[in-house]
């Protein structure tokens, strides 16, 4: 199946999927890009759906619907994450898997796109039953997964535990003999199951690390810069830890179960320990009052980071924002037409498949190490974490300056050509 099907055209309207092929349409039309490798990029290569059963606590088997979209691999393995939440389907996957794309081939990694999850909210279940559940899609997902075929990562409410639950199905389906050999079918893993230095804060220290090199760019200094975070998981949380450090102060926090704001700042350590001890919500966190949701996007702030779903950023809100700078540290935060608005309005965005390139970075450092059977310290880590988003962050800014178009468009321009040089140089089987 292909993701232009008429009846599928329809059904996209306003989602993500059309979104990241407009954003696609648009830097392949600027570079005139060969017609039959537009044909290949803009369907999926492959798209399983798997409907899997798992016995609850109270004794009764629920079905479940699981996903698994890998876009393109001419320059490796399909890589992407799976995520865990009541919004996933087949095209949420379906968009998530080709921004995967253009985020590796972006990145200069030797890896394709893929995406994937179970349609669940996770908080109506148990941890056993998460684990369970976690257990059976990855055996429903068999050898369509792999290490050197397609290997899963944390996203949305899945994390090193899930990884690690992954790992262990997944080694145990194999001969005794292999399963070591098996370690990198998935990354973001605890240390102890096979995980790297680093891995945790990657996305997030990427985050902080291309608003630095922007704000250096600018010669703009962080310091008491005010930022705002939607979704303090694990890409915001990392994100606001390093700007703090920076100087600059989170004035307002946004997650699935409401908004807070403190204009004197909200200490980011402090809030992380609340959530923990409160089930994951910022709510009632004593350093900061409650804030109407409707209200979020629109207060006075330096820097804007949407950490949570897609498609939060739109025509309705864009034209509120105070904010001169949104790194994108979700994927598809901001909507096609809400982008028009921004760039009318001088803001500028860091583009997701930039701005979170961290996280897929710090995914390669893991492969790479448990390929080779080597341990990376941290320091070496985020070493060539740096350099890498450095290189990735300076050839967009060149892209754009070149050309005088936006940051989105020069990275899927950079993104986009790679492959295009790997089609013709390759040529098509048979
Ligand atoms: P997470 O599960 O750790 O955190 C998600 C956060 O978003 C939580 O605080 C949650 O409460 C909040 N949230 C959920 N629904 C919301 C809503 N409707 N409104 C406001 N907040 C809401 O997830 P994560 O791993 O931090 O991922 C966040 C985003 O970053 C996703 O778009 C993901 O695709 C992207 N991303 C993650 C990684 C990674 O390494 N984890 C890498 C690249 C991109």
């Known amino acids: 199946m292909t993701v232009k099907t008429p009846e599928h055209k329809k059904a996209i309207k306003q989602g993500m999927l059309s979104n990241v092929m407009r954003q696609f349409d648009n830097a392949a039309d600027i ?32 079905i479940f619907t699981g996903y698994r979209v ?88 899945t994390n090193p535990q899930t990884m690690a639950w992954i790992l262990d199905t997944y080694m145990s389906t194999k001969s005794p003999a292999e399963r ?26 990427g985050v902080f690390l291309n608003i630095k090199f922007w704000a250096e760019h600018k010669k703009i200094d962080l310091k008491d810069k005010r930022f705002t975070v939607q979704g303090f998981g694990n890409v915001g949380y990392w994100a606001a830890y390093f700007l703090e450090k920076e100087g600059a102060s989170m004035i307002a926090v946004q997650d699935a179960y409401g908004s807070i704001i403190n204009e004197e700042g909200i200490s980011v350590d402090d809030l992380l320990a609340y959530t923990k001890a409160n089930k994951g919500s910022i709510m009632g966190f004593a350093g900061a009052e409650t804030l109407d949701k409707a209200n979020f996007f629109g207060l006075d702030c330096d820097i804007c980071i949407p950490a949570a779903l897609g498609n939060v950023i739109t025509a309705a809100n864009a034209p509120k924002i105070k904010a001169y700078l949104i790194a994108e540290g979700a994927n598809g935060p901001t909507d096609v037409e809400a982008e028009e608005i921004l760039l009318e309005k001088g803001v500028t965005i860091l583009p997701d498949i930039l701005c979170n390139s961290g996280g897929v970075i710090g ?34 800014m060149e892209t754009s300056a070149q050309r005088g ?14 492959l295009e040089e790997t089609y013709v140089q390759r040529g098509i089987f048979p």
């Open 405 to 418: 178009i936006d940051m989105r468009t020069a990275a899927f321009i950079i993104a986009i050509e790679r």
């Open 363 to 396: 995914s390669y450092f893991e492969w790479l190490q448990n390929r080779n059977g080597e341990i990376w310290q941290m320091d070496e880590v985020l070493e060539k974490l740096e350099k890498k988003l450095k290189e990735s962050f300076t050839k967009v």
């Open 180 to 205: 070591s050999t098996n370690m990198h079918v998935v990354t973001g893993k605890p240390i102890g199951a096979g995980g790297s230095q680093g891995r945790d804060r990657a996305t997030g220290y």
């Open 31 to 62: 570079i005139g890009l060969n017609s039959n490798i537009r044909k290949i990029l803009e369907v999926t290569n492959n798209e399983l759906v798997v409907h899997f059963p798992v016995r609850m606590d109270n004794g009764e088997v629920e």
């Open 70 to 157: 890998q876009h393109n691999n001419a320059l490796g393995p399909y890589k992407g994450g799976l995520r865990y939440h009541p919004t996933v389907d087949i095209d949420a996957a379906r968009a998530l898997a080709m921004w995967m794309t253009w985020k590796t081939s972006l990145a200069g990694l030797p890896y394709g796109g893929a995406k994937g999850g179970i349609q669940l909210d996770p908080t109506k279940y148990s941890n056993a039953e998460l684990e369970r559940i976690t257990r059976r899609f990855t055996y429903a997902l068999g050898d369509n997964i792999g290490p050197e075929l397609d290997i899963p990562a944390p996203d949305v409410n």
